[in-house]
C-alpha cells in the first residue's frame, strides 16, 4: 500500500490528530510564497514547530520556484535562487523534513543538445554544492517536472546530479499537459527514480489540479504495479472531506485486482 501525503498551503488546514488517525503525511506548500520568504518565514517555521510536535508520519516541504533558475548566467538570478534554495532546505533540517522538493527550472523548449548537455552538467555541479553546505539534512530532495515534454529530460537530469538522496517527483498533472507520452512511458524510463508523486488530473489543455477518478486511480496503480514501484503518493487537490477521500483511495488501491 502506497503511503499518502496531503498538500497544504495554509496552516489552518492541518489537523494533527486527524493525520495521524488516518496515517497519513503532510506536504507543507506556503514556503513557495517569496513573499513569507523574505519576511516571517521564522515566525511561521516556529508556528510550525509546535503544531508537529509529535508529528511522526511522513513530512515534505515543497520548495520555492517562481522566477528561480541556480543556473543562470545573470550572477544575480543566481544568487537570489541560491539563497532561496538554501533556505528551504535549512527549514527542512529544523523540521526533520522527509523530503523538500523542488522544481526542475529546466527549459526544455531550448532545442540545441550542447546546451542541454552543459544544463545537466551545471545543475549537477549546483545540487552537489548546495547539499554540501547542509550536509546535516538528512531527508531526501525530490526534482519535480514542470514543462518537460519528456521523460527522459527529467532522466539525465537526475543522472548528472547522480546522488542518492536526490530522487523525483513524479507530478501527473504536468505529465499528462506537457507530453505526448502517456504515464506508462513516463513510468517506464523514471522507473525507480521515482520516488514520489503529486496526485491531480487535467484534460490536457490546463492545470487545473482536478481530483482523479476511480479510472485514473486504477490506471496509475497498474502502471506503478507492473514495473514493482511503490512511491508516496500526494493529493495535489481541493478536498472538501479528506477522511473520505483518503478512504476512496485507500479502498480504490486495496480492492484493485478484484475491479
Known amino acids: 500500500m ?14 494533527k490528530d486527524l493525520y495521524m488517525d488516518l496515517n497519513i503525511g503532510l506536504e507543507i506548500q506556503d514556503f ?7 519576511e516571517g518565514w ?3 517555521l516556529e508556528e510550525y514547530k509546535s503544531v508537529l510536535d509529535g508529528f511522526s508520519n511522513t513530512l ?4 520555492p520556484f517562481l522566477d528561480l533558475k541556480p543556473i543562470s548566467p545573470d550572477s544575480k538570478i543566481r544568487e537570489i535562487s541560491y539563497k532561496r534554495y538554501l533556505q528551504l ?10 523530503y523538500i522538493i523542488f522544481h526542475s527550472q529546466l527549459n526544455p523548449w531550448i532545442k540545441e543538445d550542447k546546451i542541454m548537455e552543459l544544463s545537466y552538467k551545471l545543475y549537477g555541479e549546483f545540487w552537489n554544492e548546495i547539499l554540501r553546505q547542509v550536509a546535516d539534512f538528512k ?13 527522459a529530460i527529467m532522466r539525465e537530469l537526475l543522472d ?3 546522488l542518492p538522496n536526490v530522487k523525483m517527483c513524479l507530478d501527473i498533472g504536468h505529465a499528462l499537459l506537457e507530453s505526448k507520452l502517456g504515464l506508462r512511458e513516463w513510468v517506464e524510463i523514471l522507473n525507480s527514480r521515482i520516488e514520489y508523486i503529486h496526485l491531480h488530473w487535467n484534460e490536457g489543455v490546463y492545470d487545473e489540479h482536478n481530483r482523479p477518478s476511480t479510472d485514473n ?6 502502471i506503478l504495479d507492473s514495473f514493482n514501484l511503490n512511491p508516496i503518493i500526494a493529493l495535489e487537490y481541493k478536498i472538501h472531506d479528506l477522511k473520505g477521500e483518503v478512504e476512496r483511495i485507500t479502498n480504490i488501491v486495496e480492492n484493485y485486482n478484484k475491479i
Do not use: T
Open 139 to 151: 531527508g531526501v530532495v525530490l526534482i519535480e517536472n514542470v514543462f518537460e515534454p519528456h521523460p
Open 160 to 162: 548528472a546530479i547522480k
Open 217 to 222: 486511480i486504477i490506471l496509475l496503480k497498474g
Open 42 to 44: 521564522e515566525g511561521r
Open 60 to 63: 515534505s516541504l515543497h520548495g
Open 89 to 98: 532546505l535549512q527549514i527542512g533540517k529544523e523540521l526533520n523534513a522527509d
Open 2 to 15: 502506497n503511503k499518502i501525503v496531503n498538500c497544504i498551503s495554509n496552516m489552518k488546514d492541518f489537523d
Open 32 to 38: 513557495v510564497n517569496p513573499n513569507l520568504l523574505d
